[in-house]
Every structure is written in structure tokens, then in C-alpha cells.
């Protein structure tokens, strides 16, 4: 456990921020176009998908801010 503040944290917090951003509004300006005549259902779907999306590469910048490290292991 470390017990000095480290830059990545706040500099991991405001790239969340600002890629999660880019992505939805990516995601709000081109699928609509593209989905727009769909079913309902499958809009859903894909909806649901785009939205999770997301949370892949997740894990491993969560362990990038803590450890330094993107895999997922620490090398402790």
C-alpha cells in the first residue's frame, strides 16, 4: 500500500473524465445516424452494448493509476 500521493490519480481521474466524454458524445453524434431506422429492440441492444463498452478497458487503467503498472498485477 503506498502511503505518498501520486500524480496519476488525479491525472487518471481527468482522463476518465474527459475520454468518457469524447466517447458519448462520439456515440450521441454518429450511431443515431446509423441505428436511427432499426427496430426498437435492437436499438436497445446496441444501446446497452455501446454503454458497457466503456468498462473494458476499465480494470487495467484503474491499476495504471494505483500501481504505475497496466497490467493488472502489481509487481510488489
Known amino acids: ?3 505518498e500521493p501520486t500524480w496519476r490519480i488525479p491525472v ?7 475520454g468518457l466524454i469524447v466517447y458519448g458524445v462520439l456515440i ?4 443515431p445516424e446509423l441505428i436511427g431506422g432499426w427496430h426498437v429492440a435492437l436499438q436497445t441492444v ?11 478497458p476499465l480494470g ?4 495504471w493509476m494505483e500501481t504505475g503498472n497496466w497490467s493488472e498485477r502489481s509487481r510488489d
Not at 450521441?28 to 450511431?31: F, N, T
Open 60 to 63: 487495467r487503467f484503474l491499476a
Open 28 to 31: 450521441a453524434r454518429y450511431v
Open 46 to 56: 446496441v444501446y446497452l452494448v455501446l454503454g458497457l463498452a466503456w468498462l473494458l
Open 12 to 18: 487518471g481521474i481527468g482522463g476518465l473524465l474527459v
Open 1 to 3: 500500500m503506498r502511503t
